[in-house]
């Protein structure tokens, strides 16, 4: 296999241009005779002659005028590499494809997009949203950069990477006139009489609503309203007598607006989610995704500390 480096082809276009060994090897700032091993050994190499020497001059043979085409192209592409490296090193050139579960969406959008946008708006943003076994599989097939979602939904698997957020308190919410604010404090098992409206629960929620609400192993959780949208179900929520469990941050805007509020319970259990980013191990992220993942972390800190305000009783 033939290696010929990027300087040897830039003497051979340069002598194809100039016609003379002399006015080429000024270009290239080599004497006459470095410039003329340079092609000789080019030559030697292909094992074919692509000038043809004589007094006045050099004169292409038809290999010759083969392989400077050819050249022009490869240097072409060479500076176009180099520039694009340099692109993508300033932001200026990428793509960062970022997978979200429902409730990281929620905390995250529109904030990230508007966010990333400003600091480098010549990168693209594409935004995958589903369940973490889903992004998982598109984490796993390249399809997305990384994940933000609990991380207590993906099986501890050695291929993938993941750096653990602050963990983000929850509680039941309600709209501000619920029948279930009306006393004070409630026991647990007052929620059983309301609908329920949730996003798809994963294994771990399941689990931990069937020991709070004390459901019985084999009772299915009477949920009303199942929908991946967390803006749709606060809505149904602030509107309907239904509840939704959430973290404060993907119902901080809803708490300032007093649109919803927390259910206050009696011996409250300790609820939360554990969110964390997740890439693929053994993998370099490109500039665009490392800058993403950044902003990424600063919103959902920031909107985790915006929220804890908010949940303290008044």
């Not at 309907?240 to 927390?262: H, K, N, Q, W, Y």
């Amino acid at each position: 296999m033939h290696e010929i480096n990027s300087r040897r082809l830039t003497h051979l276009i340069a002598l194809a241009e100039e016609g003379s060994f002399a006015r080429a090897a000024e270009r290239v700032h080599l004497s006459q005779p470095a410039l003329s091993r340079s092609i000789q050994a080019l030559e030697d190499e292909l094992d074919m002659k692509l000038f043809d020497r004589a007094a006045r001059g050099v004169a292409m043979t038809a290999a010759g005028r083969l392989l400077v085409e050819r050249a022009r192209r490869v240097l072409f592409e060479t500076r176009c590499l180099f520039r694009d490296v340099e692109l993508l090193k300033a932001h200026e050139l990428g793509e960062v494809r970022i997978g979200l579960g429902p409730y990281t969406a929620v905390v995250l959008l529109p904030e990230l997009l508007i966010e990333f946008s400003q600091r480098f708006p010549k990168i693209k943003v594409s935004i995958e949203l589903g369940d973490g076994d889903v992004l998982l599989s598109k984490l796993r097939a390249e399809q997305v950069d990384f994940l933000v979602t609990d991380r207590r939904v993906l099986p501890v698997t050695p291929d993938v990477t993941l750096h653990r957020l602050p963990r983000q308190e929850g509680a039941w919410f309600v709209r501000p006139d619920h029948p279930l604010l009306a006393h004070g404090p409630v026991p647990l098992a007052a929620l059983r009489e309301f609908p329920l409206v949730s996003v798809t629960l994963p294994a771990f929620m399941k689990d931990a609503v069937h020991r709070l609400l004390k459901y019985r192993a084999h009772e299915k959780i009477p949920v009303q309203m199942e929908c991946n949208d967390v803006a749709v179900l606060k809505q149904v929520v602030a509107q309907t007598d239904g509840i939704l469990f959430a973290t404060g941050s993907s119902v901080r805007r809803e708490l300032e607006a007093r649109s919803l509020a927390p259910v206050a319970l009696t011996n409250p259990p300790r609820l939360g989610l554990e969110f964390a980013l997740v890439s693929l191990a053994e993998r370099t992220p490109s500039p665009a995704a490392s800058a993403a993942l950044t902003l990424a972390e600063e919103i959902m800190v920031d909107a985790n500390k915006a929220a804890q305000s908010l949940l303290r009783p008044r």
